[in-house]
Structure formats: structure tokens, C-alpha cells
């Protein structure tokens, strides 16, 4: 069975109210919003949506608890609202974790903050502590921490977002149904500027590498660390630097004899603050703050960094025997924080700001300076208002016509078994990751066996969720599908030969011949190895430049 995929019509000559630049959470938040006001928006990204500092996150929804400490009460307010606003509307995407919050008598919060702290987050909140103490996940832990300290351990609740890339995925095709044009791949070469004002565009296609030109009423800059760059190469001249790159690395561990079931805040070797999660059958430990200033496409994780965080984790489980031998992989990414002559990275404000750039001799063009997973929402209305639109805040509940599905009701599931003739677990797997399109995929699922086999034999998601992918998903690349649409190849047990099967069994079903096969395997196996990075590889090139 052969499936063809969609051309991407050209650009050239084409005018639009507003183009957005950068397709990240915070871009597509943008293009959305801007689409729905009923503006002829076009959003381009210069690889794929999600693919930047949006992957590379600690992939949590809080209204930031750690924000109390630097007074920033109003953030917290934003984030709380946000955080609840997600849970209700993309419930299978964002889903409520219980979080631990642990101290002990060396630690440089004192248990007495940390309470005061936690009773005005949760009275900000509008909620009453949790009921539920963790009691059994306490007592787990308190077996399998470390014995030489006295432990206190604090209850609270936040939230989860596994795979923030799927979110992007929805909004995206929100976006276009609100008429929106969407190109992943196209490189904003420069913004044409003319008599103080922004006149259009020059884009650059990355898969063809043909150049085009478009009008522009509005340009919105929303390339998070690239928003520097873009004003660069348009020759915009400012007084200061926008931004103030911050590294974040994380690293990946297999769980482990005494890991956290449930989410763990706590300080790190040098009483910063970090987090151990459960996520996607792994932990999650993260973050650091390093200042970067370098390419943001090329950043990556440092041996101190990973040693750091390794060391982290294992002060708190020494029965765990953990080392640098022990992470799976480790990713980094480049916060776009505002540009502060501040030394200490925690400090600097995570606040999104509107830079408007008629203060640079530059009318009808905005750049967007930090932001965060919580908040994109609502810095996308902001945004919109800035420009003069009425920015409603939507209740749209999840992607498709109906009824929200909601992952945890086995009718919702069985429905969806049987309408793609496929497993439970199958159905479980299109619902948790495709809300209301799983109906649709289902029935594309029904139609041949081909697209009923799972993507490689370590996982129930299948083939058709590719072609969804495809089709109606804006993907072009295996990578933009397998780390992004359906991203079964940030799982436990992804290998090459995963990757392989996967490009076999996706390549049959569209058709590609054994070149094409050849040219997509090799160049998603670049895009993986540079983003989920073996933390070997660190090491070795540390200890080489030494």
C-alpha cells in the first residue's frame, strides 16, 4: 500500500498580516492566536516545530514554586492559572503529578521556608493542601535515600507534560484550521525593513533550498535564543543584547532499585534547586544554569554538567550506585532569558517580555523574550493585544469535532479499539497522544494491516499515527515524526535497529524507494544522536581537550 504526502505550495509574492518567525511552543502559541483573530498569518520555523528549546525542557507545568523566592508573585499567579487552564483542556496531554519536596539539615532552605512557601502557593492556587500525603511513596523513599541525613519530606501538586511536542502538534493544526500557513524548514533570512517600517520577509526553503519573499503587515520574532540573531542579520540595531543565554542540561537515567514514582524537588550538590521525575519509563534529573551565548543549535550538555547532576541524583539514592556509566543520554537547550548584567542566572526574571522594536527605528515588528511551557498561552494573547487583535481565551478542550476523550476511561478506549480493529494498549497509546483525532486515526488504521503494525516491535503505537503524521501534522522529516508527532524514539528501548525496523515498515507504506529509505534512516539517526547525546561522548571530548 503506497500513501502519497502533501506538496508544500510556494511563498513567493504572498502577502500576510502577520508572520511569526520561530515555531516553537511560544511561535505556534502565536500563529494560533493571531489565525483564530482572523489575520492571514503565516508561521516559519528554520527546522522543525518543537524542535528547539521546546523539546529540550524539563517537560513540567507549574505555576514555578521556586518564582516565590525572587517575589515574583504575579508570575506565579499567570502560571497557576495556565497550569490549571492546561489540565482542563488538554487533559490527555497534561496531567496532574504529586510532587515531593524534600530537605534535610544541610540543606540552605529550612523546613519552616519551605512551609511557609508551600501554604501561599497552594492558598494562590485557590486549593487546600492535598489529602493524599504520599504516605507509601514517603516510606519508599525514605528506605531508599540517603540514611545519614534527617529527611523532611513536603507534599504539593503541579502538573506533567510527558511529550510538550504533541501540545505544539495540536495548536499547530489549530492554527491551520484557523487559516494559517505553517512551513517547518524555512529559514527566516532576513526581515525586509524600508522607512522605519517592516515590509515583508526573506525566507529560505530548507528542503529545496529555493529562496522566497513575503509581505508583512506584522512580524512577530518568536526564535527564542535565535531572537538576537534574526535582528542581526536584518541589520535592526538596538543599544543592548535582548537576551541573556542560560544552558539547561538534563540527563536520562534508566529507573533504578528505590527510584521516585512520584516527583522529587530538591537541592542539588550546591543547594540549587533540582528535579528527579518519573518520565516516559525513565527519570528525568534536571536542570543546570550555565551562561551561553554561543549557537544555540549546537549547544550541548558539558561533562561538569552531567558529573554534576550525577552526582545530584546519586547523594540522594547512594544505594543506587549511580555514575556517568549509568545515563542513557543527555540533552541541553538554551533558555531566552532576558539580557541582565546579573551573575546569577537564577535571578534574571522568567517572565516573558514584548520587546517592541518602533524603540529601534523599527515599527510593526516584536520580539518575544522568554516565556515558558505554562505560559505560552497566555503570552500569546498578550502578544495578539499587542498588535491591536481581540485575543479571546478559547475553551477548545482538545483537537477534533466530539466529545473530549479522556484516556483513563476504558469505554473511550475500547471505542477506539474497536473502530481500528487494534489492541487495547494501541488505543490507549492514540488517545493519550492524539485526543479527539484518535477516532480518525483509528479508521485509517482499519483500513489495511500495514498501517495496523506497530512502528518497531518495542511499541503499541502504529503506523497510521505516522501517516497522521504526514498528512495532516506538517511533518517532512523521519525525525520531525519519530522525535516530535509520534515520538516513540525518545522511549527506554529505542535502539538503531528500532530505527531501522521503524524506516522499513513507515517506508512501505509511502513508498519511498531503498534510497530514499537510506537517505531518511541516516539522517534521523544525525538529528537523534545530536539531541538525546550519549553522555560518553561529553566525557570523552572533556577529557581530550584537557
Known amino acids: ?161 510527558e511529550f510538550p511536542e504533541r501540545l505544539v502538534a495540536e495548536w499547530l493544526m489549530e492554527a491551520v484550521d484557523a487559516g494559517a500557513t505553517v512551513r517547518n524548514h524555512t529559514e527566516a533570512l532576513a526581515v525586509d525593513v524600508a522607512h522605519g517600517r517592516v515590509r515583508g520577509v526573506l525566507l529560505r526553503d530548507q528542503i529545496t533550498g529555493k529562496d522566497a519573499r513575503v509581505d508583512a503587515g506584522w512580524v512577530i520574532n518568536c526564535s527564542g535564543p535565535w531572537a538576537d540573531r534574526v535582528c542581526q542579520r536584518s541589520a535592526i540595531r538596538m543599544a543592548k543584547p535582548m537576551l541573556g543565554g542560560v544552558r539547561g542540561s538534563h540527563i536520562v537515567l534508566p529507573r533504578f532499585p528505590g527510584s521516585p514514582t512520584a516527583a522529587i524537588y530538591t537541592e542539588a550538590v550546591d543547594g540549587r534547586p533540582i528535579f528527579v521525575l518519573p518520565w516516559n519509563d525513565q527519570i528525568l534529573v534536571g536542570t543546570t544554569e550555565v551562561a551561553d551565548n554561543g549557537d544555540p543549535g549546537k549547544t550541548a550538555p558539558s561533562a561538569d554538567e552531567i558529573g554534576y547532576l550525577v552526582r545530584s541524583v546519586a547523594q540522594l539514592f547512594p544505594r543506587a550506585k549511580l555514575s556517568a556509566q549509568s545515563v542513557k543520554h543527555t540533552f541541553a537547550g538554551i533558555r531566552p532569558l532576558p539580557y541582565s548584567t546579573e551573575n546569577r542566572p537564577s535571578a534574571v526574571t522568567r517572565r516573558h517580555i514584548l520587546h517592541d522594536h518602533a524603540d529601534d527605528g523599527v515599527a510593526h515588528m516584536l520580539s518575544v523574550i522568554g516565556g515558558k511551557l505554562t505560559t505560552a498561552a497566555s503570552l500569546a494573547r498578550e502578544c495578539a493585544r499587542k498588535i491591536g487583535l481581540n485575543a479571546e481565551e478559547a475553551n477548545t478542550m482538545a483537537v477534533g469535532p466530539g466529545p473530549a476523550l479522556d484516556p483513563l476511561l476504558d469505554d473511550a478506549v475500547l471505542e477506539i479499539a474497536r473502530i481500528g480493529s487494534v489492541s487495547e494498549e494501541t488505543a490507549r497509546g492514540m488517545v493519550e497522544w492524539h485526543g479527539k483525532r484518535a477516532p480518525d486515526i483509528a479508521r485509517m488504521a482499519l483500513v489495511s494491516a500495514e498501517l495496523r503494525a506497530p512502528i518497531c516491535p518495542h511499541t503499541s503505537h502504529v503506523i497510521a499515527e505516522v501517516v497522521e503524521a504526514y498528512r495532516r501534522e506538517c511533518a517532512v522529516t523521519l525525525g520531525d515524526v519519530l522525535l516530535r508527532r509520534v515520538p516513540v524514539a525518545l522511549g527506554a528501548c529505542w535502539s538503531e535497529s528500532c530505527s531501522r525496523e521503524a524506516a522499513l515498515r513507515i517506508g512501505a507504506v509511502l513508498g519511498w524507494s531503498e534510497q530514499t529509505m537510506g537517505t531518511n534512516l541516516e539522517n534521523f539517526e544525525m538529528e537523534r544522536t545530536g539531541f538525546l547525546r550519549p553522555a560518553g561522548r561529553a566525557v570523552a571530548l572533556e577529557a581530550a581537550a584537557d
Open 1 to 161: 500500500m503506497v500513501l502519497a504526502t502533501n506538496p508544500r505550495a510556494p511563498l513567493n509574492d504572498q502577502h500576510f498580516q502577520v508572520v511569526v518567525i520561530g515555531g516553537g511552543i511560544n511561535g505556534v502559541a502565536v500563529a494560533r492566536q493571531c489565525a483564530r483573530a482572523g489575520k492571514h498569518t503565516l508561521l516559519v520555523e528554520q527546522n522543525d516545530f518543537a524542535s528547539g528549546v521546546t523539546s529540550r525542557s524539563t517537560r513540567i507545568i507549574h505555576g514555578g514554586l521556586r518564582y516565590l523566592e525572587h517575589g515574583e508573585l504575579d508570575l506565579v499567579r499567570e502560571s497557576l492559572r495556565e497550569r490549571e487552564r492546561l489540565l482542563r483542556e488538554r487533559s490527555h496531554l497534561v496531567h496532574p503529578m504529586h510532587f515531593l519536596l524534600l530537605v534535610n539539615e544541610t540543606s540552605q532552605r529550612s523546613a519552616m521556608k519551605v512551609r511557609a512557601g508551600l501554604w501561599l502557593y497552594q492558598r494562590m492556587a485557590g486549593k487546600p493542601p492535598s489529602k493524599d500525603s504520599g504516605e507509601m511513596e514517603t516510606k519508599r523513599l525514605e528506605r531508599a535515600l540517603d540514611s545519614g541525613h534527617r529527611w523532611s519530606f513536603f507534599n504539593y501538586e503541579d502538573a506533567q507534560c
